[in-house]
């Protein structure tokens, strides 16, 4: 307890990577601890995937060729991306803020910009394992193919989970409370959805609707994980779409974050 | 250069929040080994003076210095030295008092042993229990302990004692004199001026981001004018010093 009179010592990166490393941990275990947004976010999509698959036949012309199971794939993807990035980054961020951590964070020598640097990794470390899992079932269950353009894929994946955790930042920003943040992120979350194709897939919406969807973000991160799966690359305009996005959501949420 | 520089010293300092003054060219000194109470009315400016000195706020004008450092340009030294419990600052619900502490220690070069501060502040039982299942005193001493746990210079103790209950209070005072003992500053920020009667060395009124008065509390207490026959104290002298009313 003693205060020692010495000079302080310069900051050892060893120290720094080691209190990043708690801080992840201390978040993964807070998020396993809440249970829902695990089973929401990481467990429900693959359930739903598997009900799905249940009554899946084949490719249909209507469906672009895809099977039912098959075009619900990225669908489900973009589901688990937006659940983690819209509904619970930004409500345990802004709770954070509320209730004056991330402000006593900022009066330690790491900082509350290392606990947001956790809460990413937590939330996109989970939402790339769901993937996979996603993924997983539809191969194992039912037979739908692994990307055939596996690094078409990752560029998508990472575009579109860049699209949400931006969106969800940004939420963060401009929510003052988690309540805020929780309705704000959800009605974003389900609008979004709508047009990634939850609700029906991108190839049985009314022309209309599908020139809409290839312009929101989940509708353009559905399309270009699905053409990566089928072997193509992803369209250039619709990677941009993403990126143009992400930087959007990113650099507006930077500007306007608050620390308390 | 022997001469140790002071735990604080404050110089013209300014702050304001848009049109709002909230500190207006306050300056004072805290000498290392102190205990130095800060006082005033709601709104004076009070938390945001300490809130400078830990390097939350970036002041408008003036000078600031813990340990000759600025606390706000060279925040990775300063908060190394500087130990805060702030105002109405909790923890996630679901976190446990080993987590929070362990995690704590983990942020400074030479942490406190995390056990022997858990048994100092009496929380060596609650160990493994969430935030949420703490009494409001229990969360008061792990907020308290997690300023300490860095091994401070300084430590800034924000409204140390609202809302606990006699006994609980009077725990912490004798915290705040062990602290002292080993040498540390102590920077009380408090409504209460029996608190600060007992336990500082010397307090600073503020009114209106002002230094309104500042000494030894006895020091204070002559000066105020309070009628004959009424023994004065402490809560006297500041009415007094603060509103020109006795």
């Known amino acids: ?260 | 250069m022997t001469k140790t520089p002071p735990a604080l010293e404050i110089t013209s300092l300014r702050k304001r929040y848009g049109q709002k003054v909230a500190i207006d060219g306050l300056t004072l000194r805290v000498e290392q080994g102190e205990i130095f109470g800060i006082l005033g009315p709601n709104g004076a400016g009070k938390t945001t003076t300490v809130e400078c000195a830990e390097g939350l706020r970036q002041p408008d004008g003036g000078a600031i210095r813990v340990f000759g450092i600025d606390p706000y340009r060279d925040r990775a030294r300063a908060r190394q030295l500087v130990g805060a419990q702030l105002q109405e600052s909790q923890l996630p619900d679901k976190i446990t008092v080993a987590e929070a502490i362990g995690l704590y220690a983990s942020f400074y070069p030479r942490p406190a042993d995390t056990g022997a501060l858990l048994a100092r502040l009496g929380l060596t039982e609650k160990r493994d229990a969430r935030y949420r299942k703490l009494s409001g005193g229990q969360k008061q001493r792990l907020s308290i302990a997690l300023a300490l746990v860095g091994r401070p210079r300084l430590v800034v103790f924000d409204e140390l004692t609202t809302g606990l209950d006699p006994a609980a209070r009077r725990a912490s005072w004798k915290l705040v004199e062990e602290l002292r003992a080993d040498g540390v500053t102590v920077l009380l920020v408090t409504h209460y001026a029996d608190e600060a009667e007992r336990l500082c060395d010397r307090v600073a009124l503020i009114q209106a981001g002002r230094l309104a008065a500042c000494g030894r509390p006895d020091e204070l207490i002559s000066r105020a004018a309070v009628p004959a026959g009424v023994h004065p104290t402490l809560d006297d002298a500041i009415v007094a010093l603060t509103t020109g009313e006795a």
């Open chain 1, 1 to 260: 307890m003693t205060a020692v009179a010495e000079t302080p010592v310069s900051q050892p990166r060893a120290r720094q990577r080691s209190a990043f490393r708690n801080l992840v941990t201390v978040e993964a275990r807070l998020m396993i601890r809440e249970v829902v947004p695990l089973l929401w976010g990481a467990a429900f999509p693959m359930v739903l995937l598997s009900v799905i698959g249940e009554f899946s036949n084949g490719p249909e012309k209507s469906l672009g060729g895809f099977s039912l199971v098959a075009s619900y794939v990225p669908v489900l993807i973009a589901f688990t991306c937006s659940t983690f990035a819209l509904q619970g980054l930004p409500a345990v961020l802004t709770g954070y803020r509320e209730r004056g951590i991330l402000r006593r964070l900022n009066a330690t020598p790491v900082g509350a910009g290392r606990l947001l640097g956790a809460q990413l990794t937590v939330n996109v470390s989970v939402a790339l394992v769901a993937t996979l899992g996603i993924l997983v079932v539809g191969a194992a269950g039912f037979g739908v193919p692994l990307p055939r353009q596996p690094a078409g894929f990752a560029v998508a994946l990472i575009l579109t989970a860049a699209a949400m955790v931006g969106l969800g930042l940004l939420i963060a920003s401009l929510a003052r409370n988690p309540r805020v943040a929780g309705a704000v992120g959800t009605m974003l979350f389900l609008t979004l959805m709508f047009f990634a194709g939850l609700w029906g897939p991108q190839a049985t919406m009314p022309a209309g609707l599908r020139r809409a969807s290839d312009d929101t973000p989940l509708g353009a991160a559905v399309a270009a994980l699905q053409h990566s799966m089928a072997g193509q690359w992803p369209s250039a305009s619709g990677l941009a779409l993403l990126a143009g996005y992400a930087v959007a959501f990113g650099l507006l949420a930077w500007r306007l974050f608050r620390w308390e």
